[in-house]
């Protein structure tokens, strides 16, 4: 691929076990062998120097439902009737149940192509651009 062309290295079966910064910046990502299993092997751990992160889960599929346990007692979100493992948000401005929250992607769609989640990612900025700005230059 063109990364490793540009001097990109590659890890296999590894796991991310936390982000690593400071001041609220990016700087490595804490991670460590798996075994066949996907389980951790212990001692194997190692940090990759890194500035920016993206956090792709559209193969496992979203855990919705860990999103709405983690907001339980503060707030309740509401998820797709259909696959309860969706957060319900509208595909016009992307907003939840919950105000100021708005899902976008395979969390809000259900494992799809990335191309979607790109395009509703990018929807969902403008929205928020807007809620927030008032307006947007971001492209819809």
Not at 6 to 35: M, N
Not at 55 to 70: D, M, Q, S
């Amino acid at each position: 691929s063109s990364s490793q062309a540009e001097g990109a290295e590659r890890e296999f079966q590894v796991a991310t076990l936390e982000f690593i910064g400071e001041e609220g910046q990016l700087t490595g990502v804490k991670c460590c062998e798996v075994d066949d299993k996907r389980k951790p092997i212990a001692g194997t751990e190692f940090v990759i120097r890194a500035d920016l992160a993206f956090i792709a889960i559209g193969f496992a599929g979203p855990a919705a439902a860990g999103v709405a346990k983690e907001l339980d007692g503060e707030m309740k979100i509401a998820t797709d009737s259909r696959r309860s493992r969706n957060v319900e948000a509208n595909d016009r401005d992307y907003k939840t149940s919950v105000d100021r929250l708005y899902a976008a992607g395979d969390v809000r769609r259900g494992q799809s192509l990335v191309v979607w989640a790109i395009r509703e990612g990018r929807q969902a900025a403008r929205s928020i651009d807007e809620a927030l700005m008032g307006s947007s230059v971001l492209p819809r």
